[in-house]
C-alpha cells in the first residue's frame, strides 16, 4: 500500500481580552497583578439578588473585532447561559452567546510566505471570561482568584481554512495586529489577554470530508501555537500510518518540554444546558449605530500603507513594514512630520529604530522618547552639530528612557567639532605627526587618507564631520605636492 | 394585645396631625408581631431596635417638616427573598443560613429614601417554590384567618403579616401567584405589576422572567401608594422597563364607568372551581358593573397549556438560577466534602428542601440536549400564543376578571403529598405572569367563613388602571375590612 499524502486541517478559537476599563456585565475594575481578589463585586461574586448589566463600550470594541474581520455584524444577538460547575465559575454558568451570535461569515488575509491566503471566519460572539483557579504547590486546598471573573472577552472562530502550524500562526499574528490596530484589545499575551484553542486533523490530500479532530486548548504564544500543533500533527501521522485512529481528545500543551498531554478524551457532547439568559434582552444593533462604529474606525493598515506610499514617496516594502503596526506608524508619522523630510526619517526608523527595537525584543510601545524628539535627533544630525555615527549611538539610550536629545549632547559634550580652526589645527597636527605618511602620499592614495582621517578623528573623539576631514585632508595633501 | 393596624392613609392622616408617632407606631407592630407570631409564623427576622431607630429619625423629620413622602415613617415588612443590607436573607432555604446580604435590593433603597421602616423579614416557601408557605425550611406560616389552614403562598408571611394587622403593607414577590393567590387566601388586596415595573436588583431569583416584586396591603389605595415608590426604571436591572415611577395614587378616581370587564369563559369552564368561590367573584363583578362598567365575555383559549407552560421555564430558569448555591463562597457548606464533586453534591442535598431540589430535577431535565426544543422552546411557544390571546382580548375588554384561586384555603399538610395538586391550583395565576402582564387579588367576601379573591388582569403598563378598578370596588364594598378572628 502506497502511502497516502495526509493534509493537515486546522481551525483556530480565539480568546481576546476587549480593551475595557470594567467587566463585561458588572462596574467591577478590570485589572491585572493586584492582590487577589481585589477587583470583585456583588455580581462577580454571584451573590443572591444581583444581575448583569451589559458593558456599552464592549459592545463596541466586539463591533470593531467583527467590522476588521469582514463579519456580517447581526442586528439582534442572544446572551445565553453556558452552565457547569466549577469554583472560579460563580453563576455556575457562564453569559456567552450561542445560538445567535454577534458577528458571523467574515475572513482574514494571511501570508505565511507562500502568498496571500483568505482564511474564512465562522463567528465572533461575546462572553464573560472565568475566574482563575490556583493550585499551590502541597496545598490540598484550592484557591480561587476571581478579579478575572466577568472580563469581556470575543471568541473568534476561525473556520477550518490553516494547512500548517506557519498558516495558524501567521493567523493569529494578522489577528492581533488587526484588534491592537482598531484598539479592540491590547492583546498582551503575557497577560492571558489573548488565547488561543486549536482543532488539529488530518485527512488524504483531495478528500473533503475532515477527519477525527483533537483540540489543543490553552495555547498563549505564537510559537507554542506552531509548536503544538506541529507535535499533535506529528503524532497523529504516526497513529495513522500505524493504521490507528486518532481519538477525540482534549489536549494541552506542555511548553516547557515541547510535549502534549491528554487533558479528557471526548465520548459525547458536553450538554451545558444552554438558553437565552433571561436577565438579560437581546443584543440590537441598528445599522446606525454598526456604521458610526464603522465611521470611528481609524484609518486601516491597508489605506495607510498606500498612503505612506503616496504621500511620502515611500516603497511599497518600507510602507509595509511602518504599517506592521498601528503604534509603530503614529509614532513614524509624528516624527515624519515633525522633521518635514519623511524619506530621511523612514530610513532612520527602518534601519536602527526597528533595530533597536529588535535588539531589545522589545516593541513600539515601550519606546520612552517622544517622536518629535526623535525628529530633533535627526535635525541635529542634520545641521551637522553631531555627526551620524553619535545618534546611532545615543538612539538606543534615547528610545528606552527618553528625553531631550539636545540637552543630551551638550552635557555629555557630543556637538560636532565644527570650529573650522579646531577641524584645520587637527587636521595639520595629523599631518605633521605622521610626515612618512605624509611624504609617502601620492594622488588617491586612499590607504593613506584613510589613515590620516583615523588619526584626525581619534584627535576630535569622532565629532568631527568625516566628510569636511577628508575634504580639509585632501586640500591639504594636494597642495603640499 | 395591641390593635391590628388601619389602612396607610389613616396612619398618615394621624401622624400629620401629630395624634401618633412613628415610633409608637413601629411599637404597635413589634408588639402585635410578639403577640401574634407564635402562632402565625409570619416573620423569619423582626429589626426591633433599627426599626425603632429609622421610627425615630422619621418623627424627627416630620417635626422639621421634612417628611420624605406618604410611607415615611410607616412600617412594613419585606420577603425574605429580597435583600437588605447587613439583614440575613435567607430565602427560608438552610442553603442561605447565616447569609447576610452587603447590599440593598433597589426596592429597599427606594423605600429607605422615601422614610419607609422596614420591620421584618417574612416567610415563605423555600426560594418562592411553593403555593402554601410550607416549604418553608422554618416551618410554615398559618393562614389568620384560621390557624389551621395555609395562608397560601409563596408570599405566605407577607400577606399574613398585613391581614393580622401587624404591618400595614408589605412587599411580596410573584412568580405564578405568589402574591395575588396568599393576597386572596388571607384576604388582602396583592398586586403582582407588569414585569419591568419593579426593579428585580436584590430579588434573589427564582424564574427570571416571570418574577415581578410587588405590594401587599389592607387595600388598593395602600397597594398604590407602595407601588408609586418602588415603580420605575433602575440601571441595575437590564429587564427594568424604561418607565419612570408610577403615580397611581393621583388615577383612584373611583370611576369605572365606561370601561369593559372580560368575564373569562374558561373559569366557568374549569372543573376544580369551588362554587361558593364562583358565586362571590360573580357578585363582584356584578357590583363593578352596578358602578358603571360594562361586563362581557372573553376566552383565552391558550390557558390549557399554561400550567404546563410554565412549570416548564419556571423549572428550567430556578435549576439556573440556583446553581450558584454551592458553597463555595457563601453560604452553607458541607462539613463533608473529600473531593470537590462531594463538596458540590453533599452541599446542595443537604441546603435544599424537597421541593427544591424537585424543581431543579425538572429544570434540569427541560434544558438538557436532546429535550430542549421539545420542551423548554415549546414553552416559550405556547407563552407568544398566551401573549396573542392576552393581546385579542383586550382589544374587546380593558381588565379581565376571574377569580385568584379556584378554591379558599386549604389545610395544612393537606396538599403536601401531592405535588400535581398543588401546580393545578395555579391556573388562574401563571398566565399574567407567562404575559408579563399586571394582576390584582381584591378580597371579595367570605365562602364558609373564608376570604375569596376577586382578580383583575389588565392589559401590559396598566398598572394604574387596574388598581382603580380595585380601589373603586372597594370603596362600595366592605369586604376589605373584616376581621381575621385572632
Redesign the interface.
Known sequence: MSPVELEMVIGLEVHVQLRTRTKLFSSADVSYGDAPNHHVS?VC??????????NARAVELAVRAALVTHCKVHPCSVFA?K?Y?Y?DL????QISQYEDPLATGGWLEIDAGTGPRRIGITRIHMEEDAGKSLHENGDPE?Q?NLDRAGVPLVEIVSEPDLRSPEEAGAYLRALRRLLRWVEASDTDMEKGQLRCDANVSLRPRGSTRLGTRTEIKNLNSFRFVEAAIRAEVERQTRLLAKGGAVQQATLGFDAERDRLFVMRIKEN?D?Y???PD????PLRLSEQRIEEIRAALPELSDAREERLRREHALSAGDARTLVASRALADWYEVAARAHGQPRTVANWVLRDVLAALRERDAEIEAVALAPEAFATLLRLVDAGRITAKTARSLLPELLFTGGDPEALVRERGLEAVSDPGALEAAVEAALVANPKVVASYTADDAKALNFLMGQVMRATGGKADPARVRELLAGRLAGRR | MSEPCGAVSELRAQLDAGSITSAALVERSLARQAALDARLHAFLFVRREAALREAAEADARRARGESRSPLDGIPLAIKDNIVQAGEPASCASRILAGYVSPFDATVVARLRAAGAVIAGRTNLDEFAMGSSTENSCAGPSHNPWDLERSPGGSSGGSVAAVAAGIVPLALGSDTGGSIRQPAALCGVVGMKPSYGRVSRYGLVAFASSLDQIGPVGRTAADCAALLDVISGHDVNDSTSLPEPPLATSAALTGDVSGLTLGWLREADDSPGVAPGVLAHVREAVAELERAGAKVREVSLPHTRHAIAAYYLIATAEASSNLARYDGVRYGRRTLRDATLTELYERTRAEGFGAEVKRRILLGTYVLSAGYYDAYYRKAQQVRTLLRRDFDAAFEVCDAIVLPTTPETAFRLGEKTSDPLAMYLADVFTVSANLAGLPGVSVPCGLDAGLPVGLQLLGRPLEDANLLRIADAYQRRTRHHLARPPL
Open positions: 456583588a461574586l454571584a451573590l443572591p439578588g444581583t444581575l448583569p448589566v451589559l447561559r452552565h460547575f469554583p460563580p453563576k455556575a454558568y484550592t480561587v457532547a450538554d444546558r444552554y438558553f433571561p436577565d438579560l434582552l
